[in-house]
């Protein structure tokens, strides 16, 4: 069983700054790429950030220079910083991760439960 937990959402105001977190657990062989992905409101999910094992990031042209997505392979876990939030940025975000659960020949696709980030004054 594996799964992935956020944590690190929540009201800020705009120009704030917020750190989400995401950490997967249980039995698991190796995580590959992880990812944070957000969902407004009537809005289809959206790509923010990736990063692979090797820490090669990539990001959304509107979060460019302003959200950094890091991790650490020891602990599983994958964080956002997230600087400079707009009202526009409200949304569920969720974590993604690529995972080879232990005693499985392939990797499956994980989602966190989405924690909540409201930018508003």
Not at 55 to 81: C, M, P, W
Not at 92 to 117: H, K, N
Request: with cysteine.
């Amino acid at each position: 069983q594996v799964q992935l937990v956020e944590s690190g959402g929540g009201l800020v105001q705009p120009g704030g700054s917020l750190r989400l977190s995401c950490a997967a657990s249980g039995s698991i062989f190796r995580v590959f790429a992880m990812a944070w992905y957000r969902q407004a409101p009537g809005k289809q999910r959206e790509l923010v950030a990736t990063i692979t094992r090797d820490v090669s990031t990539n990001y959304a042209e509107s979060v460019k220079g302003r959200f950094t997505i890091s991790r650490d392979n020891t602990q599983n876990t994958v964080h956002l910083q997230m600087n400079s939030l707009k009202p526009e940025e409200t949304a569920v975000y969720y974590c993604y991760a690529r995972i080879m659960p232990i005693r499985s020949l392939f990797e499956r696709d994980y989602w966190g439960q989405g924690t909540q980030v409201t930018v508003s004054s």
